[in-house]
């Protein structure tokens, strides 16, 4: 099946620093997800991205879908403690298949310290 | 609304035990899915329903038993559990038409000894 490497796998920042992380995969994807995790909880979705090229924000967070249709960025600006969690990227590949199907890569572990 | 929930929170089990995880959802979905999230590895597709009444098996079906019993409610059954399917199972729901955007429960944390 499809696979998406997500990097980095794990990160600890500071207070106030900037987060970037990307996804990618050796195929074309018509959708690319950005999912947060909190400990203990479901995945909440942040944002999605339906268009190459698009640069879509959600408050201090801002994801781009890669203009080769294969990747996604995701950054972060201005960390705070509530930043913590697991992202994970997830998108739908071209070329068919389901639509119920969403690939989700492994994830970015995120820690801040205050 | 109590949105996408699930019953029990936390199961263990014997191997060989049969068990039924239970979802619930009150946002009208008409799209349900069930997840398995294991160490280091990202979400895994077990059965998903497209609508009330169709079921479709995801990429880990094997070891599963799914039941769409009505719009609201989505339920997966281990048949005779193994310690391979230990993990943290996720169902999750979506509005017609917007599949990509999925509403996931807080999750089901079995473990199978």
């Known amino acids: 099946g499809q696979q998406l490497n997500q990097s980095p796998q794990s990160m600890f920042i500071q207070e106030g620093e900037d987060v970037s992380m990307n996804c990618t995969s050796s195929s074309i994807f018509n959708t690319w997800l950005w999912y947060k995790q909190d400990p203990g909880e479901g995945p909440v979705l942040l944002i999605a991205l339906y268009k190459a090229g698009e640069l879509t924000s959600n408050g201090r967070l801002t994801a781009q879908f890669g203009i080769t249709r294969k990747d996604s960025f995701l950054n972060i600006s201005a960390s705070i403690p509530s930043d913590v969690g697991i992202y994970f990227c997830?998108?739908?590949?071209?070329?068919?298949?389901?639509?119920?199907?969403?690939?989700f890569g492994k994830g970015t572990l995120l820690t801040v310290n205050p | 609304n109590a949105g996408v929930t699930q019953t029990p929170k936390f199961q263990v089990l014997k191997t060989g035990q049969s068990m039924t995880l239970q979802c619930a959802q009150d946002?009208?979905?008409?799209?349900m899915y069930w997840y398995r999230q294991d160490p280091g590895m990202g979400l895994r597709l077990i059965y998903y329903s497209a609508s009330e009444g169709t079921t479709d098996k995801g990429e880990v079906p094997n070891g599963y038993n799914v039941s769409r019993l009505n719009k609201r409610e989505f339920s997966l059954r281990l048949e005779s559990a193994a310690p391979s399917q230990t993990s943290v199972y996720f169902c999750?729901?979506?509005?017609?038409?917007?599949?990509?955007?999925?509403?996931f429960g807080p999750g089901t944390r079995l473990t199978v000894l």
């Open positions: 997830a998108g739908r590949p071209a070329g068919g298949g389901s639509n119920y199907k969403l690939t």
């Open positions: 946002m009208n979905h008409n799209s």
């Open positions: 999750a729901g979506s509005w017609e038409g917007a599949t990509d955007t999925q509403y």
